[in-house]
């Protein structure tokens, strides 16, 4: 893996950073954490400019909601449920967005980018929801400033240990997923039910 984002930043540069992260919130199976980790630990050996990759990062990233934003805005919510799967946009996720877009509002855009297959749909719904471009991109830029500063941040802190400390990340982060998930979906069953007794009442 790292030899192929080394690779990839060799050939491309900050222009590869951009594409890259477009490409990842569009919803394409991208690493995005490890590409961030990993930039933020080449620019701490002087390999690239620190405030360039972050501008590249920041800037793919908002790019990419924002082309999500607007998908969702023109074709709506069937073109999602039926050609989503073709950006990775499953209906499980799908359905699983959309109860925490209902419950947590503007906040999952900002929070979202930390969830992976969440933050790729996020933007959907919220165009698709009619959120006007100004709260979108609030909510939406200020959470792709806080996701960039943190993993390009870690990179860059933990300098060659980067994919050590990003591999337990990835533990800790499984292991709390594997207890909220079962969590997750029981409060989810629940809402549906209260929903539906409240509608057959």
């Not at 540069?13 to 199976?29: A, E, K, Q, S």
Request: glycine share 10%; aromatic share 18%.
């Amino acid at each position: 893996m790292e030899q192929t984002l080394f690779d990839l930043l060799s050939q491309y540069g900050y222009l590869g950073i951009f594409l890259f992260l477009v490409m990842g919130i569009v919803g394409l199976p991208l690493p995005d954490e490890i590409m961030m980790t990993f930039i933020g630990y080449l620019a701490s050996v002087g390999k690239l400019n620190l405030a360039f990759t972050f501008v590249s990062a920041l800037g793919g990233s908002a790019s990419g909601i924002t082309v999500s934003y607007f998908l969702g805005r023109s074709l709506g919510y069937p073109f999602l449920k039926r050609y989503g799967n073709k950006f990775f946009v499953t209906r499980r996720r799908l359905r699983v967005t959309q109860v925490l877009f209902r419950k947590y509002g503007n906040w999952l855009l900002f929070f979202g980018y930390f969830i992976p297959g969440v933050r790729h749909v996020t933007a959907y719904l919220a165009g698709i929801s009619k959120i006007s471009l100004s709260r979108f991109a609030l909510y939406a830029y200020f959470g792709a400033i806080a996701w960039c500063t943190t993993f390009i941040g870690l990179g860059y802190l933990v300098g060659s240990h980067w994919d050590k400390v990003f591999q337990k990340l990835h533990q800790y982060t499984a292991l709390a997923l594997w207890v909220s998930v079962p969590l997750l979906l029981v409060w989810i069953s629940r809402m549906i039910y209260q929903q539906h007794n409240s509608v057959r009442k």
